[in-house]
């Protein structure tokens, strides 16, 4: 089983849409959680912590289900500029109980808004 | 203020040369990270130093590939005797490791790397 889960897409909406993108994840270790965006041959770019209680920027709403190892990102009012791989990530806590530095990616989800 | 940079942005090398990556992460950030993109995959993880204590290496994919960060700052990722399935995009990152941000990395721009 891959340590992080997405549904690959294609995820095809028209502008001003509400999308939501799921993520699960394998290890109950895994400390901290995060969502990136990934544009076309560019550098992948932190969108937005993922928080237990949940968190909301913007259009951006990320919530985290701890029991079922599970991340969601919801994309309110689609803009074109949003059109991206959105990539789940996370990175696990060591022995310490710290979180560690190495992130784990998932493979992202492809969304295209179209006018 | 200035984020992570990475030098070169393209290099192509012939099968068998040496290559070295530069990543200078950004300023007042402890923890660099290096990872690599292959075509259509998702980032993998290579190397990872925090501060002085000893970088972890496990994400190395063969003794080929090495990795030093001096004074703390710069970091220089080395390919040697490059294989074409070396050709990837590798991506730098660094973060901070205390404060409410600690651990949310930012990347660099990446260096496409061709092995022909």
């Known amino acids: 089983r891959k340590e992080v889960e997405q549904d690959p897409g294609p995820f095809n909406v028209p502008e001003g849409a509400t999308v939501a993108f799921n993520c699960t994840y394998s290890?109950?270790?895994?400390?901290?959680f995060f969502w990136y965006r990934q544009d076309c041959r560019k550098e992948p770019k932190l969108l937005m912590s993922v928080y237990s209680s949940g968190n909301e920027d913007g259009r951006f709403t990320a919530q985290l289900n701890r029991a079922s190892q599970y991340i969601s990102l919801l994309i309110r009012d689609s803009k074109l500029s949003d059109s991206a791989t959105y990539l789940c990530?996370?990175?696990?806590?060591?022995?310490?109980?710290?979180?560690?530095?190495?992130?784990?990616f998932g493979q992202g989800t492809i969304l295209t808004v179209h006018p | 203020g200035a984020g992570v940079s990475q030098s070169p942005s393209n290099k192509v090398t012939e099968k068998g040369k040496d290559v070295e990556l530069r990543c200078d992460p950004i300023s007042g950030h402890t923890a660099l990270y290096w990872y690599r993109q292959s075509l259509g995959q998702g980032l993998e993880f290579l190397i990872y130093?925090?501060?002085?204590?000893?970088?972890?290496k496990s994400g190395l994919p063969s003794d080929r590939f090495s990795a030093e960060r001096t004074g703390g700052s710069v970091s220089t990722l080395t390919i040697q005797r490059t294989q074409q399935e070396d050709s990837a995009v590798y991506l730098c990152?660094?973060?901070?490791?205390?404060?409410?941000?600690?651990?949310?990395?930012?990347f660099g721009p990446g260096t496409r790397l061709t092995v022909t």
């Open positions: 290890n109950s270790a895994s400390q901290s």
């Open positions: 130093f925090q501060g002085n204590s000893a970088p972890d």
């Open positions: 990530v996370l990175n696990l806590a060591n022995a310490g109980g710290t979180s560690y530095g190495k992130l784990t």
């Open positions: 990152a660094s973060s901070a490791t205390s404060g409410v941000t600690s651990y949310e990395q930012y």
